[in-house]
């Protein structure tokens, strides 16, 4: 039998399959569901960041701490929403008594930088790990790249004061130089890169003329795109990668291995097909890899990235030149 195991954020997991945060792991029940169902590990829920809770008293003793002037803050800007937060932590503890596979905490950041003291309360829930998902949509005409850019890192330098668990940074691909982008995050000491999160999208309705949701679920053709950015960063970064995004079938799971991923997110595929889609993957994994005479993941794990490609161009082909030109 084929070994399966894999090391993702210093952890080691039966198998590369990490059910993604979403609402099917919501529950103690939905994560024990997950690892039934075979799954290697589990993200949880994200709490937002607007969930959070801001103790009055600790906001203001760390503020004077740092010798800010209270006078600028408006201290009722902050929402105390201590039920949520005790939801959540009562969730990360109970998943744990329930599971022996890795739960991963998730944290919704959008800009503030203030809820980054709660961190430290989902390791003491229990979380394994920490993954932050962190997209500011640079439709903001008022902040400059660089202002974008530099609070990813700051907001990774706080949260690393604050837990001493792995922190993995699920990101987007919005960013004007993403390729050093992804570089530099991955060697700000964090243990796990995911790319990329996928995000709500509106959509319009032309008879209501009203914006609506787009396809809340990938489909099979988003892969590509993490795919190719896998491929590229799998030997340049500093840390783990797990690739998320139209990871919907067995063969998807394979390509990712190939292309460098240490471990793969899946979401949508889980909400179409039901949790046991998780075991039909590993087997399809599982019969690829006897086929090609693979015994571990690290026999075939990033033999088509772009380092070890033999055509190291075709990841950065662009253009449809082939296709289109010269069709008579
Ligand atoms: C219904 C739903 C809820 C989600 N909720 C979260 C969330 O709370 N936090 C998060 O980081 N990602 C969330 N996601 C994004 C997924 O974790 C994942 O990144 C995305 O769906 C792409 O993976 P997929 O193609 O396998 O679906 C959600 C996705 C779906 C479909």
């Not at 090391?7 to 990490?18: A, C, E, F, S, V």
């Not at 099979?220 to 340049?236: H, K």
Request: proline share 3%.
């Amino acid at each position: 039998m084929a070994d399966l195991t894999t090391t993702y954020l210093g952890m080691k997991l039966r198998n590369p399959i990490i059910a993604g945060s979403s609402g099917l792991s919501n529950s103690v029940k939905g994560v024990r569901e997950f690892e039934e169902n075979g799954a290697g590990a589990v993200v949880l829920k994200s709490i937002f960041e607007e969930e959070i809770v801001f103790e009055y008293e600790d906001v203001l003793k760390e503020a004077s701490a740092e010798g800010v002037n209270l006078d600028q803050f408006d201290y009722y800007d902050y929402q105390i929403k201590g039920e949520k937060l005790k939801k959540y932590t009562g969730l990360i503890a109970e998943s744990k008594r329930n599971v022996s596979i890795p739960v991963i905490a998730s944290i919704n950041c959008v800009y503030s930088h203030e809820w980054t003291s709660f961190a430290k309360q989902l390791q003491d829930a229990g979380a394994d790990a920490l993954e932050l998902n962190m997209f500011f949509l640079p439709s903001e005409f008022d902040r400059t790249t660089e202002e974008k850019e530099k609070a990813y890192f700051e907001i990774v330098e706080k949260v690393k004061k604050t837990v001493t668990i792995p922190i993995a940074l699920k990101i987007s691909y919005y960013f004007s130089n993403l390729g050093p982008m992804i570089q530099q995050l991955s060697e700000t000491g964090i243990a796990g890169l995911v790319l990329f999160n996928r995000f709500y999208s509106p959509d319009f309705d032309i008879d209501k003329l009203e914006v609506v949701s787009s396809n809340v679920f990938s489909s099979p053709s988003d892969l590509p795109l993490s795919l190719r950015w896998i491929a590229i960063m799998s030997e340049r970064v500093n840390c783990d990668l797990a690739a998320s995004t139209g990871v919907h079938d067995g063969t998807a799971l394979i390509k990712q291995i190939l292309a460098g991923a240490d471990a793969v997110q899946t979401v949508s595929a889980l909400y179409k097909n039901g949790k046991g889609h998780i075991n039909s993957m590993l087997k399809t994994l599982e019969a690829w890899m006897g086929k090609n005479g693979f015994n571990t993941l690290a026999d075939f794990r990033g033999k088509l990235s772009q380092a070890k490609s033999s055509n190291p161009a075709a990841y950065e082909r662009v253009q449809f030149m082939r296709y289109f030109g010269g069709i008579n």
